[in-house]
């Protein structure tokens, strides 16, 4: 509680003190302290950190933040449960990158590539049909009983990190679970992260 507690001030010190250009060095420490205090047995070096509350992703290098993107979450916010529609937290890993050399807008059924091209930002924000497009990185849960097994588990649910021809919600919680990005965004995440780096997350 205590640690949460110390996070929480920290997280509102930068916001802060640091409202245009956040102090990626401090930021990673901050995010790092928090992952080793709830995974102790986890090696962190390179992995991705999903905030959901922020609607952001870090994708960390060397123990750094690297890039940050914005993203799409559920806009049903976070859980587990499988048929929730709700994007699961806790400890992932990449488990298939799918699409690599497909053009931007490819759309993706069943994650297969169906050689057709869609346009991007071609429906409102408000339509619900948002179609998977460019690439797709399938996540599985590592924790059981939380985001692997019977009725939570990542995988069987399908939840993935893609494209989205619905660019212009980026930013916002508006998926079916999945984490969203922009079509380039998606392109070079994909080309930066091989298969079974860690994913973590959560909901701060």
Known sequence: MKTNFLIILFFLFLKFFY????DNEIMSELII????????????NNF??????????YLFEA????????????????GNKRSSKKTPLGLHCVHQKIGA????????INKKN??????IDSITPNQRRVLMTTRLITLMGKEDNINKGKGVDSYRRG?????????KSIGQPSSNGCIRMKNNDIV?????????????????
């Open 159 to 167: 939840i993935y990190i893609h494209g989205t021809t619905n660019e």
């Open 101 to 108: 050399n497909a053009p931007v807008g490819s759309l993706f």
């Open 19 to 22: 409202p245009q250009n956040e």
């Open 188 to 204: 070079e995440l994909f080309n930066i992260v091989d298969k079974q780096i860690p994913v973590f997350l959560f909901n701060n």
């Open 48 to 57: 991705i950190y999903v905030g959901v509350k922020r609607q952001r992703l």
């Open 33 to 44: 302290d928090y992952i080793s205090a709830k995974y102790p047995n986890e090696q962190l």
């Open 63 to 78: 123990n750094v933040i690297s890039k940050i993107y914005k993203v799409s979450t559920s806009r049903r916010g976070p």
């Open 114 to 119: 169906t050689n057709k091209i869609v346009k």
